[in-house]
């Protein structure tokens, strides 16, 4: 039986999804050759890759506003480093609203002076501080749209004039925004795009060229932008995989079919967390994630009781990270409502026992 699957990521993908990208591996859209042993260079690949770059900037309404999109590898954890490389001369700001942006901050300190402008540190990030200036001296502003551990969200986006760079791993694809705001986003794959292994990485180009130091070939963007996200071999399967979603989410409804979905899940999902006297949300109310939901039981006694039903029906991944504790539900664009439903049926089940 299919797992109602919360996991944070890697995490659930549509199921369509999962058998186009199984059938490729046996056989390659009617080429006689698995996906994984075509050369990354032949046409048919380079198609695979050129689309998906192409599709991912559709889906964000950056086509032909001077955006490049790049597939590349080292997860989300190399764009800490790679993006102070390419643009931190002397000072950046930072946000810090979670143990992800904490990681930014320290890769960005090893190329130059780094202000934090503001952080929820103190409140274990169930929060998005609101108030902060952008110093006029910096190279850029970075910030993390959706943290993945605490259930936090920003709702909104400073009015900058300086470069706006974004970690956006956790729910890009999910909800409209005005994508051209930004001048670099950033997302690991595993969540809403595809499987681990690859990351997308969206870059304004006029952003590029304006730091003095030298940068090694495989961390430049503007190499990789020069190469057409092929400087060296990409992984292929990640890529077709991602494609194979991109192409699923422009088929429901693109970004705003998906939001609609989420904004179900997400109502259903917190609608009981408030209700039910036995949980306890964990983040501000006004700054809750759609995509991860955080939330404790209110007497942690019940905590085998309701590790029980869930688990019995048939429900992954919905242990708390270890820094929050408690639940945590992931409700990526993939997972159905019905899955939701199962998680709000336990936890009513729960209170009738008790
Ligand atoms: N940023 C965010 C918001 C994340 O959720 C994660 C991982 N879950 C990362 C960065 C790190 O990504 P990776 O493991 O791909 O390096």
């Not at 961390?219 to 991602?242: C, E, Q, R």
Request: hydrophobic share 40%; aromatic share 10%; charged share 25%.
């Amino acid at each position: 039986m299919k797992k109602h699957n919360f996991s944070a990521g890697p995490c659930i993908l549509p199921k369509e999804v999962f058998k186009k990208a199984s059938e490729a591996i046996l056989d390659f859209d009617n080429s006689g050759l698995s996906l994984l042993e075509i050369s990354h260079r032949s046409p048919a690949f380079v198609d695979v890759m050129e689309e998906a770059r192409s599709l991912a900037l559709e889906l964000l309404d950056l086509k032909d506003k001077g955006y490049k999109a790049l597939f590349l590898q080292g997860g989300a954890s190399t764009q800490f480093l790679m993006t102070a490389y390419n643009l931190l001369e002397n000072k950046a700001a930072y946000l810090n609203t979670g143990t992800w942006s904490d990681k930014a901050i320290k890769e960005a300190k090893l190329f130059g002076e780094v202000i934090e402008v503001a952080s929820s540190k103190e409140k274990n990030f169930n929060y998005i501080p609101k108030s902060y200036t952008i110093p006029k001296d910096t190279d850029y502003f970075h910030c993390t749209s959706n943290n993945t551990i605490f259930g936090t969200q920003m709702k909104s986006f400073p009015n900058t004039d300086k470069p706006l760079v974004c970690d956006m791993s956790s729910d890009i694809f999910s909800r409209k925004l005005n994508f051209s705001n930004f001048d670099l986003i950033y997302a690991g794959a595993q969540k809403n795009m595809g499987p681990a292994g690859v990351t997308l990485v969206i870059i304004k180009e006029e952003i590029l060229g304006k730091v003095t130091r030298k940068i090694p070939s495989m961390l430049d963007y503007a190499v990789h932008i020069s190469k057409d996200s092929m400087f060296n071999t990409p992984p292929v399967y990640a890529v077709y995989v991602s494609l194979l979603t991109l192409k699923w989410i422009k088929e429901n409804g693109g970004i705003a079919g998906m939001e609609e979905n989420n904004n179900r899940k997400a109502t259903l999902l917190y609608a009981e967390v408030d209700r039910n006297p036995l949980f306890k949300g964990f983040a501000e109310k006004e700054d809750r994630s759609p995509m991860n939901a955080t939330f404790n039981l209110t007497n942690s006694g019940h905590k085998e009781a309701f590790d029980k039903l869930w688990k019995d029906a048939g429900v992954n991944g919905l242990n708390g990270h270890r820094s929050v504790g408690g639940y945590r539900a992931s409700m990526y664009n993939a997972l159905p409502i019905e899955s939701v439903q199962v998680v709000v049926n336990c936890m009513k089940e729960l209170e009738h026992k008790i």
